[in-house]
Structures are given as structure tokens and as C-alpha cells.
């Protein structure tokens, strides 16, 4: 079974720059989450998908990140402009209903804005 | 006060040692305890998992959790170069399927 699939791996952008992320669910996942991961830091939820439904944006800086996940499978996450705070590693993950809500990450796409 | 609190380490020990890798948080809503490992530059997998106050075990893998200290651990026996890795305990509540994650301990086993 191919696991969660993101690109770009690695982002080098100039502040005020934007920047695309794309994901690939896991074939059958409802659910899409990206979230931000800053050095020494826990993942942090920015958005949550049911289908192509948002569930959940309420950590989304919305002045300059957008995401979308048209037909329900594949999302793009978009920042514009990027600041220097938005460095981090951007991690898709998707799941099933059910059960202990196992979230599959992918590798994650690393973003140095300079 | 964050909801899940760990100490990010580094946590060095031999080959063979028995590491404890601990978590506390505060939302008492929490039923669902997870451990996920995440190896660098890689994306977090869930190790385990458990429901609820008590123990499980799965290898040389034990979680346990209790919920009245709001207390969560994770026990490696004869640990291995390979458990090199960053440890989160991600709780999340029986409503929701979002965990909220710890920052994560870095644990170092060397040969």
C-alpha cells in the first residue's frame, strides 16, 4: 500500500515569496490533515479535511495560508506571503474512521524562507 | 500551562538500557493515549496506543498511562541503536480524532 505522498521535499524561498505544498492521501483516507512543524516542536494542526469538506481551520493563519482539497483526494497548502517565522517542515497525514484514529504521515515538505 | 508537556532531552543510553520516556498533561477529557516515533527527517508513525488508564504491551514496547497524575509513559526494554528517534505522546479526547502532541523527548541509543 503506498503510504502518504508530499512534494516538494525541501523549499528554499525570499521572504515575502510564495510558496505551494502538495499532498497525496493514502487511496480510500477521508480525512487530510496538514500540519506545521517547527524545529524542536510537536506537529501543529493547521487544517483538517473530511472529503473535500474543512473540518477544522481554526489554527490556519489566514492572511497568508490557503488550502483546499478539490474532489477530496489531493490538497495543496499555499502560503503567500511567507514570513521567516513560516520555517518549519509541513506534514500531510491522513486516516480512516474509526478505531484509535491512526493519523500516516508523509516525509514532509521542509520550508526555509530567508 | 501547555495541554502536553515532555522533556525534549536528549536522552543518551547504552545499548541494552531500559529508557522511560515520560508525558503529563492537563485536559482530563483525554481517553485515547498514542505514542508516535519519528525518525529524523522523516514524518511521525504511531508505535502504539492505549485506552484509558493502564498498561500495554507490544514487544519490548510498554505504554501506561495513569489518569489520576495525568501521567503518561513509555517503557523500552533492551534498547536498541534503531529506538534512536524522537518520541510524542499525542493524547486526544473519545469526541475528536485530532491528538494534540507533545513537543517530543530525543532519545540517542549508542552501540
Given amino acids: ?114 | 500551562q501547555k495541554e502536553v508537556e515532555q522533556d525534549p532531552g536528549p536522552l543518551s543510553v547504552p545499548e541494552g538500557a531500559i529508557v522511560s520516556l515520560n508525558c503529563t498533561y492537563s485536559n482530563s477529557a483525554f481517553q485515547y493515549f498514542m505514542w508516535y516515533r519519528q525518525y529524523s527527517r522523516k514524518g511521525p508513525e504511531l508505535l502504539m496506543y492505549t485506552y484509558s488508564s493502564g498498561n500495554k504491551e507490544d514487544g519490548r514496547f510498554t505504554a501506561q498511562v495513569d489518569k489520576s497524575s495525568k501521567y503518561i509513559s513509555l517503557f523500552i526494554r533492551d534498547s536498541q541503536p534503531s529506538d534512536s528517534a524522537t518520541y510524542l505522546c499525542a493524547p486526544r479526547t473519545g469526541g475528536s480524532y485530532i491528538p494534540t502532541f507533545g513537543r517530543g523527548t530525543s532519545l540517542i541509543v549508542h552501540p
Fill in chain 1, 1 to 114: 500500500e503506498a503510504g502518504v505522498a508530499q512534494s516538494p521535499r525541501y523549499k528554499i524561498i525570499e521572504k515575502r515569496q510564495s510558496v505551494a505544498f502538495w499532498c497525496n492521501p493514502i487511496s480510500g483516507h477521508a480525512t487530510l490533515y496538514w500540519y506545521q512543524q517547527i524545529l524542536g516542536q510537536g506537529p501543529k494542526l493547521l487544517i483538517q479535511f473530511q472529503n473535500n469538506g474543512v473540518v477544522d481551520d481554526s489554527q490556519l493563519p489566514k492572511d497568508r495560508f490557503s488550502a483546499e482539497r478539490l474532489k477530496g483526494v489531493d490538497s495543496t497548502l499555499k502560503i503567500q506571503p511567507a514570513k521567516l517565522e513560516d520555517s518549519a517542515v509541513y506534514l500531510c497525514a491522513s486516516s480512516i474512521s474509526g478505531g484509535p484514529g491512526e493519523l500516516f504521515f508523509g516525509e514532509g515538505s521542509r520550508l526555509t524562507v530567508l
